[in-house]
């Protein structure tokens, strides 16, 4: 494990742009410089407490998925080395080795596109209700953490500050047109078998994802992280057991705890013990080892 854990940067000499629930932005005039921070957020609430090398798990990981799905549509990716900093960034090289991403500016849309390929958390929380996901009338009879038919796509809103809300396929219609939806539908699926197929072969299953998506020269675009332990679902292949909830190599671990000290979801959030910390970030180490092999 690396020794500094990183919460936030601080880098007066750089246009500070935006801060999220993990990353830091900069401007850079004609590109932006996304820093991975070991911040960790669950129920879309940052906690208090880092997690040892998660900037460095999530900034490897979408470097290589952005390189494995660049056929099926183009990503914002332009680099992770740090040769290619710019002069007025290379003071902080030390610090954002490994954790940083030089990206093109793509204007990114309003909503999250989560696919499902298995019926896992809030999907099977409405599941049990109303037989249905996002609008989506699913078959009878399925149990937790089953394989679904096909895989589903499962949009919601996206929300800086505050939760994320579960919509249908026709709400998002409504925000950004037909055609523009469509391409949404059909580019999440498409990348989520191909990553999916792929990460079976390295014994993961990937439940379920989310993307996000912003416009490129006009031309819809890949952005923010893509297929890692914040934004994914990974189970263990040799441990699936269907009708109940999954082990895993991702924040549900953290999410599961926060469950059992019946925390209300709202800030300001607890803090996390330091068992929970070491293992979450042998979690996250341990996924990146075993897609990437690094």
């Given amino acids: ?22 990353r830091d932005i900069y401007d850079l005039g004609d590109k932006l410089l996304i820093v991975s921070s070991d911040r960790i957020s669950c129920f879309d609430v940052v906690l208090p407490n880092g997690i040892p090398d998660k900037g460095r798990v999530l900034t490897a990981l979408s470097a290589f998925w952005f390189d494995l799905t660049k056929d099926i549509i183009p990503n914002h990716l332009l680099s992770v080395r740090s040769g290619d900093l710019p002069p007025a960034a290379r003071n902080h090289a030390a610090e954002l080795e490994g954790r940083f991403m030089l ?7 309003p909503v999250e596109c989560i696919v499902r390929g298995y019926l896992s958390g809030s999907g099977w929380k409405e599941y049990q209700k109303s037989q249905s996901v996002c609008g989506i009338k699913l078959p009878a009879g399925l149990k937790e953490s089953d394989k679904l038919p096909d895989p589903i796509f499962t949009p919601s809103t ?19 047109g037909a055609d523009l939806t469509r391409q949404l539908k059909e ?3 498409a990348i989520y078998k191909k990553a999916a197929d792929y990460a079976l072969t390295r014994g993961i299953i990937i439940a379920d ?16 992280e893509v297929l890692t332990p914040d934004s994914s679902r990974f189970w263990p292949k040799d441990q699936y057991r269907p009708g109940k909830a999954q082990p895993s190599f991702d924040k549900q671990f953290v999410r599961d705890y926060l469950e059992s000290i019946n925390w209300d979801k709202n800030p300001p959030a607890p803090n996390l013990p330091e ?5 979450t970030s042998e979690k996250y180490l341990q996924a990146l080892k075993i897609i990437a092999g690094n």
Avoid: C, Q, W
């Fill in 275 to 279: 068992d929970i910390i070491r293992k």
């Fill in 209 to 224: 994802t989310k993307f996000e998506f912003g416009m490129y020269d006009d031309k819809l675009m890949l952005i923010d």
């Fill in 158 to 176: 996206k929300a800086d500050v505050g939760h994320d809300m579960n919509v249908t396929k026709e709400y998002v219609e409504e925000m950004i």
């Fill in 187 to 189: 580019k999440s699926i």
């Fill in 103 to 109: 990206i093109r500016k793509a204007p990114p849309l």
């Fill in 1 to 22: 494990m690396s020794e500094k854990i990183v919460l936030t940067t601080d880098y007066r000499d750089l246009k500070f742009f935006k801060r999220g629930k993990v």
